[in-house]
Structures are given as structure tokens and as C-alpha cells.
């Protein structure tokens, strides 16, 4: 499996970003996607993740703002952001774990085995 995320950018508080996750050699029913950052000085938190089923979930900072989804046709996961807040800054990767129907079990990242490189969102007050 190979990630490859595209999106990331300076913006306002108050703007907009969508994060793209470009993945190959998988089945998307197969596996959970999540969008995870790290903030400088921080240990990196899980944002969203969605699941083969397509059954989303959020951290409390993100819910009503962000928006997790995917395009199997085209093997893509996006995060749509709104309302960006500074403390949204961070380098936002996207992990891939493999489970039963592509369930979301755990958020533990050491059980996310597939990981792109990240890319950076900076939001500015």
C-alpha cells in the first residue's frame, strides 16, 4: 500500500483547505483510512477516520469542521477542512490499517502499517 498525500497550505483562521490522500495496492473495503496530524512539539493525534463501510468519526476538535471521505473509483481520500483554526496547524498524514470489512477498531496508530509522507496546513490568525 502506498500513500501519497497532496492539499496542504498556508491559509487564514476562518479558511479552507481540502486534503487529498492518493492510495494504491489496496481494496478499499478492506481497510481503514485515517487522516492523523502532528503539531510541532506535540505527539500526533488522529483527526478522522473512515472505514471500508464508509462510516466516518472525528476528534471533538474537528467535528462539525472537518469532513472525511472517499472516492473509490478514483482511490482517494480526502479531508475537506472549514473553519480553520491555528491550532489546526500541523503536517496531516494519511495511514491505512487493514481489518475485517475495513473496520475502524482502534485509533492506535501502531496498528496503522501504511503511511504517507504527510503534508503540511498552516493556518494563520
Known amino acids: 500500500v502506498q500513500l501519497v498525500e497532496s492539499g496542504g497550505g498556508s491559509v487564514q483562521a476562518g479558511g479552507s483547505l481540502r486534503l487529498s490522500c492518493a492510495a494504491s495496492?489496496?481494496?478499499?473495503?478492506?481497510?481503514?483510512m485515517g487522516w492523523f496530524r502532528q503539531a510541532p512539539g506535540k505527539e500526533r493525534e488522529g483527526v478522522a477516520h473512515i472505514g471500508g463501510d464508509g462510516m466516518t468519526s472525528y476528534v471533538d476538535s474537528v467535528k462539525g469542521r472537518f469532513t472525511a471521505s472517499q472516492d473509490n473509483a478514483k482511490n482517494t481520500l480526502y479531508l475537506q477542512m472549514s473553519s480553520l483554526k491555528p491550532e489546526d496547524t500541523a503536517m496531516y498524514f494519511c495511514?491505512?490499517?487493514?481489518?475485517?470489512?475495513?473496520?475502524?477498531?482502534?485509533?492506535?496508530?501502531?496498528?496503522?502499517?501504511?503511511w504517507g509522507q504527510g503534508t503540511q496546513v498552516t493556518v494563520s490568525s
Open positions: 495496492g489496496y481494496t478499499p473495503s478492506k481497510y481503514c
Open positions: 495511514a491505512a490499517l487493514r481489518s475485517d470489512g475495513g473496520s475502524c477498531y482502534t485509533n492506535d496508530m501502531e496498528e496503522f502499517k501504511y
